[in-house]
């Protein structure tokens, strides 16, 4: 058989990538079950992902060819057989497994926004109403859907226009979007799918405005999927990426739906239009707030895992260019310049992982108090999630573009796996809140404690270091001393409490002057997203050093997560300098030592690179990278993949109209 026809699956590993597998600091299945939280967790996922991979009828082997439509109906094929297979593995449907489908397909499902549609009605309705719409929808008898975004507002909810208004002598709701602006926009599932929305609608009952509330609302029929009598449906069409999710616009002409379609287990409006509150008004925020907690670890994560291991693996293989003259080209991964561009974001990746999983644990955590109706921890869980979401979207899209760059010339191709990562995962930075926006929203509550603090009030576990103002400048005299967890700690908080009082203070100072408050706000605004960004960059430091408590029973792996925990620390020192220097608590020389300490982190962490991608344990059909498998077989992939084209088995039509008249118009003398 001639060598580019071998098949991947029959080639060694590439010796050069093999090499870095050699003689390892650490043992990598070991860092696998701690990111997995369990060896025996580890064993079910592969188990399940080895399950998926075996299925013919999940095959993603052609879908970079695809086209749009055929990835919409390939993404619902697998949603319907997903059901199957879990009913005939035995799996539970609320089980973990799940978890490690949606991993294993990379996401390529539909019927995504269905499960936020059932997750809100468990959230947000009645017992009685989960009884009703539950079943429905988790046997898909109904599919349905989350319509919030309009045309004219999408993260300042209490902006959107599409009104429900209470009509007592029919107990019937009257859903509308009176203008343009008001269309509901982007909701996926809803351009060809679903049957029944939850429509979030501005609730006016007894002439009185009663603020954003939920409502179940039909959309299509249930015998031909026709849009009903006053309803206009349909897909909004190409986007820059999740080409297999019908995103949908939704136009609804005084649409009357049962008292009973709005989900009222926090609020409920009685048969006479009276409006009665339990809780907070925030909780009808709470299904934005749980997608967000959920989309940290199960998208945008993945996205910059995978593409770190991808970029770091091709770029031990790559060989360019002179290092010494008249040696052999080295790998591109023993030059400073792609250490700097790779490694921190290697760091990152575990630090947004360990991040992901307190957020979890905290929004549960709330999740069961909120249940016990106290809603006293809502703010701070709003605040947590919303400044995750804006600063782990950043960083991690960024982080994925990074990637793809550093893989030259191939990383522009689809058979990277790089660019279908980053134009999904740079969605993020807007679906959900807008990023901008939630770091304004953020800043409100950091500005909010600041104030407290300085009258005593006791602040929440993320802001209690606002309580203690930072006293005197860094203590560090030699690089060394830069790489202990209790010197950086001291120097993000110091920045982020200088950030926060200076944005508070400037706003004070503009009110005092004559401002109105609104304008003083927006005059303070850009310092305030800094603000956020600080905190935010605070906080995933501290959990990061927090986390290297929980694997002291394993010191090697310890050793290599503790100094990741300072390269991620001190690549935001550098990179941030400016923060950093502004208020005076680092020097200038500090800052150069500083700088010493983050590179030779650089070199050291260099040796680990490829151990510690492999510990994500992606396989190379989750990857599906013609430069990143686990063989490091790059040149061998690439031209495989080629052949599979079916372009390039086809009859090429340009041929014949255009090329041909031209070419054969005169004898060639060639």
């Known amino acids: 058989m001639a060598w580019w026809k071998v098949n991947s699956a029959g080639k060694d590993v590439n010796p050069d990538l093999a090499s870095e597998r050699e003689s390892p600091s650490f043992n990598v299945e070991t860092l696998t079950n701690i990111l997995d939280e369990g060896a025996e967790e580890t064993r079910v996922r592969r188990a399940v992902v080895s399950i998926i991979h075996k299925d013919p009828v999940f095959s993603r082997e052609f879908l970079y060819f695809k086209t ?45 926004i269905h499960n936020v549609f059932i997750k809100t009605i468990n959230a947000l309705g009645t017992d009685e109403q989960i009884s009703k719409w539950l079943p429905l929808a988790s046997s898909y008898k109904i599919i349905g859907t989350y319509a919030q975004t309009e045309l004219g507002h999408g993260t300042y909810l209490r902006g959107l226009e599409t009104t429900a208004t209470y009509d007592p002598s029919t107990q019937e709701f009257i859903i509308d979007t009176p203008q343009i602006s008001a269309t509901k926009w982007w909701p996926g599932d809803l351009g060809k799918t679903s049957t029944h929305a939850v429509v979030l609608a501005q609730l006016y009952s007894n002439e009185k405005k009663y603020g954003m509330h939920p409502f179940i609302v039909q959309v299509r029929s249930l015998k031909d999927h026709s849009p009903l009598p006053g309803i206009t449906v349909g897909d909004i ?36 239009g009276s409006y009665v509150k339990s809780g907070s008004d925030k909780i009808n925020y709470f299904t934005m707030i749980a997608v967000r907690v959920s989309m940290l670890q199960d998208e945008v994560l993945e996205a910059l895992k995978k593409a770190c291991t991808i970029s770091v693996r091709y770029s031990a293989v790559r060989r360019q260019s002179e290092l010494k003259p008249g040696d052999r080209e080295p790998k591109i991964l023993d030059y400073q310049t792609q250490q700097q561009k790779l490694l921190p974001l290697v760091a990152t990746c575990y630090s947004v992982h360990f991040t992901a999983k307190y957020v979890a644990k905290f929004y549960n955590d709330v999740y069961g108090e909120i249940r016990k109706e106290n809603f006293s921890l809502l703010p701070e869980l709003h605040a947590l999630a919303a400044g995750m979401k804006a600063f782990a979207t950043e960083m991690c899209s960024n982080g994925v573009e990074v990637c793809r760059k550093a893989c030259g010339g191939h990383g522009y191709s689809l058979y990277s796996g790089i660019p279908s990562l980053y134009t999904k995962v740079t969605a993020s930075c807007t679906y959900e809140g807008e990023n901008t926006v939630l770091h304004l929203q953020v800043a409100r509550f950091l500005v909010k404690c600041f104030a407290g603090a300085q009258s005593g009030t006791p602040l929440p576990t993320s802001t209690a270091y606002l309580s203690s103002p930072p006293a005197g400048g860094c203590q560090a005299r030699t690089p060394n001393d830069f790489l202990n967890p209790e010197v950086y700690s001291k120097a993000y908080e110091y920045r982020a409490y200088s950030l926060i009082s200076s944005a508070a203070k400037k706003m004070q100072s503009l009110v005092q002057l004559g401002s109105e408050q609104y304008v003083a706000w927006n005059n303070t605004s850009v310092e305030l997203v800094k603000t956020s960004i600080a905190h935010s960059h605070l906080l995933t430091v501290k959990i990061f050093i927090s986390a290297l408590n929980s694997v002291s029973d394993h010191p090697e792996i310890k050793a290599v997560l503790t100094r990741l925990c300072d390269l991620y620390a001190l690549h935001g020192i550098v990179t941030s300098a400016g923060d950093f220097l502004q208020y005076g608590y680092l020097s200038g020389k500090q800052l150069d030592m500083a700088t010493t300490a983050y590179l030779g982190l650089l070199a050291e962490r260099r040796k680990d690179a490829v151990l510690l991608v492999d510990a994500f344990d992606f396989t190379d059909d989750q990857l599906l990278s013609a430069i990143g498998t686990y063989d490091g077989n790059v040149y061998h992939n690439l031209l495989e993949w080629v052949q599979k084209n079916p372009e390039n088995k086809k009859v090429n039509p340009v041929f014949e109209t255009y090329l041909k008249p031209h070419l054969q118009s005169n004898p060639s003398k060639l």
């Open 68 to 112: 749009r439509t055929e990835r919409y109906e390939g993404a619902v094929k697998n949603s319907f057989h997903i059901k199957r297979k879990m009913k005939e593995m035995g799996w539970n449907e609320n089980g973990r497994e799940i978890a490690y489908i949606y991993r294993a397909l990379g996401g390529e499902t539909g019927l995504n």
């Open 237 to 272: 069409g190409p986007k820059m990426s999740f080409e297999h999710i019908d995103n949908g616009y939704l136009i609804m002409r005084n649409i009357r739906v049962p008292r009973e379609n709005m989900l009222s287990r926090y609020s409920q409006v009685l048969p006479d």
